[in-house]
């Protein structure tokens, strides 16, 4: 990628709707340039589904992800838990575990204070016994779903 395709994707993630045409203005090609650069990002997979996707542990848009493992008091009666992290907004995903650990809960949030809270949220929520959080340095394979 040279800078003018930073500059078309800098552009797609304010507006990815934006036409050709704007596009091409605002960085200074035409239309049909634009076009093919868009179509070459998309067989690269620098935008996929009309999403922007960075290369792996460059958070443009500054969220951090954390996984929590969580063991719950009673595996069988603890859908007190499950309805309270229901409601974290966010809980990106929730799964329900064999083995060890109960629960993963993957969260996204918007600074490493944030997901601090709601750690101890989860830790404290009554039928919890216990946690174990990692944070996502970064991503080595961050496939679309289809």
């Known amino acids: ?9 800098t552009e797609l993630t304010r507006n990815a709707r934006i036409s050709h045409a704007e596009l091409g203005h605002r960085v200074r090609l035409s239309r049909n340039a634009v076009r093919q650069r ?13 999403t922007i996707v960075r290369p792996s542990g460059d958070r ?15 595996r069988m009666r603890g859908g007190d838990v499950l309805a309270a992290i229901r409601r974290v907004p966010e809980v990106v995903a929730c799964d329900v575990l064999s083995g060890e650990f109960d629960l993963l809960v993957s969260l996204e949030a918007g600074s490493l204070d944030r997901i601090q809270g709601i ?14 959080t990692a944070l996502t ?10």
Request: hydrophobic share 40%; charged share 35%.
């Open 60 to 74: 443009a848009d500054g969220r951090v992800r954390a996984h929590v493992l969580v063991y719950r008091q009673d």
């Open 38 to 50: 868009v179509e070459r990002l998309e067989r690269q997979g620098h935008i996929a589904g009309y």
């Open 1 to 9: 990628m040279d800078a003018v395709d930073e500059k078309i994707i």
């Open 137 to 146: 340095l970064s991503r080595v394979v961050d496939r679309p779903r289809s």
């Open 119 to 132: 750690w101890e949220h989860i830790a404290q929520m009554p039928g919890v016994r216990d946690t174990v």
